[in-house]
């Protein structure tokens, strides 16, 4: 069968690029304009990252990294800033980012790429930049398929939701259905030494949780796995919770469960008060490497380089905005049973 070659656009600290790896796909080179990507991204993955930003490449530079006769895949996680909810009142005033699925689609005009795979939002559906996307693929003669996915029903431990569209000119292909158990926080991170608030492990820099201050810990302290703020006492709420029907409010400064999956890893993960990101049993909020592992990251997945310090807002901007690798696994899996099928 021949290589499946890949490079990953907007591929960030690597989480596509890990997963399709894992599955068998060799990445060749990834592009994004975060310079402090580059580190997680080459060393963790043995790949190429290129600071450069997508809209300045043409389909002659995606092709120099292919090899002859190699089955080439172009993947891409656009930034999803722009189909965010909360990102709803600024849509119409950043117009540069919308236009990047655009710069995608010319790409895949220009390489023709056998494979082509693009992970976003759930409601990037909703968008013009999406449709136009899918008809630029299906014009190319691309068959097309695409699902809505909850992360937990994928193995990774997480109620994260994304948008995974497959895409092949070698034959139909097509997104499984989920199968296999939901793995819970307790089988992710159970095996993790104990911290306190503000407390650092020895070996590993990630794995450190950040400071309370005396009335966050005594609101972790009133806190039970899965519960709300509704469960402490009277003195120790904030105004925030009171002020509106309370239901949007329901988990901030709350603990997870350990056998449920997590909430989705945001960029703020690590802070007890932006939202479910309580540990279950121990006093303080998730570590980055708790968060990292969440998000199916590799246990000794290398954030920072040695003897740097790793910042809880640059590394976890970093963690929450990654594509779980778990399921870049997945793409990886179907493309590598798909040329299987329709070549080898
Ligand atoms: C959702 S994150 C990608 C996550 C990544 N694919 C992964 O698997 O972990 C989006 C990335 O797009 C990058 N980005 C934003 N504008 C870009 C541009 N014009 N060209 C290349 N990368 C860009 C950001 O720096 C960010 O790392």
Not at 75 to 82: H, L
Not at 165 to 180: E, Q, Y
Not at 318 to 331: D, F, Q, S
Request: with cysteine.
């Amino acid at each position: 069968m021949p290589a499946i070659e890949a490079v990953d656009l907007f591929c960030g600290v690597g989480g596509l690029t890990c997963g399709l790896r894992s599955a068998g796909v060799q990445v060749r080179a990834g592009y994004d304009i975060d310079p402090a990507c580059k580190y997680p991204y080459e060393s963790n993955n043995g790949a190429t990252f290129v600071t450069q930003s997508v809209s300045e490449l043409s389909g002659a530079d995606l092709a120099s990294w292919y090899s002859p006769g190699a089955i080439c895949l172009l993947a891409g996680c656009a930034p999803c800033q722009p189909f965010s909810t909360l990102a709803n009142v600024c849509e119409k005033k950043d117009e540069t980012k919308w236009g990047l699925l655009e710069e995608f689609a010319r790409l895949v005009r220009e390489l023709k790429p056998e494979l082509v795979t693009m992970e976003n939002v759930p409601r990037v559906t909703n968008h013009a930049p999406y449709r136009s996307f899918v008809e630029t693929l299906e014009t190319l003669g691309y068959h097309v398929s695409s699902r809505r996915a909850r992360c937990a029903d994928y193995g990774i431990p997480q109620e994260r939701r994304r948008f995974v569209l497959v895409a092949s000119r070698l034959g139909p292909v097509r997104i499984p259905p989920p199968s296999g158990p939901v793995r819970t926080v307790r089988e992710a991170i159970g095996h993790l030494p104990k911290l306190a608030a503000g407390q650092a492990d020895a070996t590993d820099p990630l794995h450190k949780a950040r400071n309370l201050n005396l009335v966050n810990l005594r609101r972790i302290r009133a806190s039970r796995p899965g519960g709300t703020w509704e469960d402490w006492p009277e003195e120790l709420r904030a105004p925030c919770h009171l002020a509106s029907t309370g239901a949007s409010f329901k988990s901030v400064y709350a603990r997870m469960s350990w056998d449920q999956p997590a909430p989705t890893m945001t960029t703020q993960c690590y802070n007890f008060g932006t939202g479910r990101f309580g540990h279950p049993e121990q006093d303080r909020g998730i570590t980055l490497r708790e968060a990292a592992i969440i998000q199916s990251f590799p246990d000794d997945y290398r954030f920072v380089p040695p003897g740097e310090i790793a910042h809880f807002a640059s590394v976890g901007r970093m963690i929450g905005n990654a594509v779980p690798p778990r399921l870049g696994e997945l793409v990886g899996k179907i493309f590598m049973d798909h040329v299987n099928v329709s070549i080898g």
